[in-house]
C-alpha cells in the first residue's frame, strides 16, 4: 500500500484557490470549494434521448468533481439508460453511480439545463447546454439562440457539457464577470474562430466512420477523458475497437479530481488496469503497457498507428514523432492558477518536429511565498521539502481536459471523414471565441488508420 504525500492527496482545483491566493489554507480552500452547488435540469423528451443523455451524465461527471458542495439533478423523468456508459440500467442509476443526487435544489444554486427550450431563469446562474451537428455550447436559458439543427455528432453533447461546467464555475469563482450571460460554444467540424456554432450553416457530414484501433498514451486527466469521448461514439460492434492503453502511474487520492473515470475505490490501482476494466465493460478490446514512454520505445507494425497523447511532460512529448507513428494528436493544459483552462493543441507529424515544439519546458507559476504554503511551514504541517512538492504540482480541472479530449478526438474524427486537420488549436475556456485553429501543411490524404462504420 503506497503511502501518499500531501501533494498526492490535494484536490487539483482545490490548490487553484491556494496558489492564488484565495484561501489562507488548505481547510480553508476545502470549505470554500464545499460551498459550491450545482443543480442540472433535463426534460422529459430530452431524457430519453441518448445525446441528451451524454451532455447530462457528462455534466454530472465533470460538476461532482467541481462543485464539491454537492450535485443534483431535478426533474428526472423515468427512462432507461439509452446511452451505452456502463453505469446502470436507467438514466437515474447513472447519476447515482456517477455521484449526484437526485431532488430539487436550495434556492439559488447555479442552474445548467440540457436541451429545453428558453426559459426564466430559475437563478442568477441559468444556462442552457445545446448542440446539433458537430457543434455545443451554452446559451442563456431565456436565450431564442440555438445552433442550426443537424444531425448530432456524438461528441457535440460532450463538448456542451463541460463547457457549462466551465461557465458554473466561472461563475462561482468570480472569474468572469459576464458568465452565464453570453454564448460560448465551437464547432468541431470547423473549430477556427470565424465559423459561428450558432448561426453558421456548415456543411458538416453525418459521422460515418470510427477509428478501429488507437493508442492511449497517458491515462490521467487527458487519457480518461478520450476514453469517455470514445466510448459515446456510435460503434455497431464496440469490439471492432482496439486499444493500447499506456501508463506507468497508479491512481493517486488527487487523481480523482481531474480525471473522469477515476473514483475513490480505485486508489492504489495501476490507471492502465483501472482503464482497461472500463473500456472492456463498454466492450471495447484492450492490450496495456506499463513502460515508460520514451525515444527508446518502438512502435510495431501490428500495433496502432495513430495515437492520442495525455502525457505532461516534455521528454514524452518530444519522443511522439519518433517512435513509428503515422498520426498523433496531442494535447497540453495549462498548469498554473492562471492558465490552467488553457489548452494547446497539436498534431503530429507537423511542420516543426515534436524536439523544437517542446524544446523548452514552461516555468510553472512561483507560488511557495502565498500565504497557505508559509502557513504550511510555519506550523509544520509540512517542511520545506514537502511544501516545494505540493507548489509544485500543476493546477488542473476536469472540464479542460474534457474539452481538449473532444477537440483531440475530432482531429482523428475528421481525418476519417476527409475533412480538414488542424496543426495547432489554442485556446483559453475563459474566452473560448479568442482561440486560433491553424490548418496543418502535411498531406495525410494517403493515410489509412483503419476504421469501422459508425451506427446510425
Known amino acids: 500500500m503506497t503511502a501518499f504525500t500531501a501533494a498526492d492527496k490535494l484536490h487539483r482545483l482545490v490548490k487553484q484557490a491556494l496558489d492564488s491566493g484565495a484561501a489562507a489554507s488548505i481547510a480553508e480552500a476545502e470549505a470554500l470549494f464545499a460551498g459550491y452547488r450545482l443543480a442540472l435540469r433535463i426534460g422529459d423528451e430530452a431524457a430519453r434521448d441518448r445525446h441528451h443523455q451524454a451532455a447530462l451524465l457528462t ?60 426559459s426564466a431563469r430559475r437563478a442568477p446562474f441559468h444556462v442552457r447546454a445545446v448542440f446539433a451537428g458537430w457543434r455545443g455550447g451554452i446559451v442563456p436559458a431565456p436565450a431564442e439562440a440555438a445552433p442550426v439543427p443537424a444531425p448530432v455528432m456524438a461528441l457535440a453533447p460532450m463538448l456542451a457539457a463541460a463547457l457549462a461546467v466551465n461557465e458554473a464555475f466561472l461563475y462561482v469563482s468570480g472569474h468572469v464577470g459576464v458568465a452565464g450571460r453570453r454564448a460560448v460554444g465551437l464547432s468541431l467540424w470547423d473549430p477556427a474562430p470565424a465559423c459561428d456554432w450558432l448561426s453558421t450553416i456548415v456543411a458538416e457530414p453525418v459521422l460515418s466512420l470510427l477509428p478501429a484501433q488507437l493508442w492511449l498514451i497517458g491515462l490521467g486527466h487527458l487519457g480518461q477523458a478520450y476514453l469517455w469521448a470514445l466510448g459515446l461514439l456510435p460503434f455497431a460492434r464496440p469490439q471492432d475497437l482496439s486499444l493500447v492503453l499506456q501508463d506507468i502511474d497508479i491512481i493517486t487520492p488527487s487523481t480523482e479530481s481531474t480525471s473522469i473515470l477515476s473514483d475513490s475505490t480505485l486508489i492504489n490501482v495501476k490507471k492502465t488496469r483501472a482503464m482497461a476494466t472500463w473500456a472492456e465493460r463498454r466492450g471495447f478490446s484492450t492490450v496495456i503497457h506499463e513502460r515508460l514512454f520514451d525515444a527508446s520505445f518502438r512502435r510495431q507494425d501490428d500495433e496502432p498507428a495513430v495515437a492520442l497523447c495525455g502525457l505532461d511532460n516534455g521528454a514524452g512529448r518530444q519522443a511522439l514523432d519518433q517512435v513509428g507513428f503515422d498520426f498523433v494528436v496531442e494535447a497540453g493544459l495549462g498548469r498554473g492558477h492562471r492558465d490552467f483552462r488553457a489548452i494547446r493543441l497539436h498534431t503530429l507529424p507537423a511542420s516543426r518536429p515534436a524536439s523544437q515544439i517542446w524544446r523548452s519546458a514552461q516555468a510553472d507559476d512561483q507560488v511557495e511565498d502565498r500565504p497557505a504554503y508559509k502557513g504550511m511551514l510555519a506550523s509544520g504541517a509540512l517542511d520545506r521539502c514537502g511544501v516545494t512538492l505540493l507548489a509544485g504540482k500543476a493546477v488542473g480541472a476536469p472540464f479542460v481536459g474534457t474539452v481538449a479530449a473532444t477537440l483531440a478526438l475530432s482531429e482523428v474524427l475528421r481525418l476519417l471523414q476527409g475533412g480538414a486537420v488542424h496543426e495547432l488549436i489554442d485556446l483559453d475556456l475563459k474566452a473560448p471565441e479568442y482561440r486560433s485553429a491553424v490548418p496543418t501543411p502535411q498531406d495525410f490524404s494517403a493515410l489509412n488508420p483503419g476504421y469501422v462504420l459508425a451506427h446510425s
Open 59 to 118: 455534466a454530472v461527471a465533470l460538476a461532482r468533481r467541481v462543485f464539491l458542495g454537492g450535485v443534483s439533478v431535478a426533474p428526472l423523468p423515468d427512462a432507461p439508460l439509452a446511452v451505452r456508459l456502463p453505469f446502470g440500467v436507467t438514466l437515474a442509476d447513472a447519476i447515482v453511480a456517477l455521484g449526484a443526487s437526485i431532488g430539487e435544489p436550495a434556492a439559488g444554486t447555479p442552474v445548467i439545463e440540457i436541451g429545453g427550450a428558453p
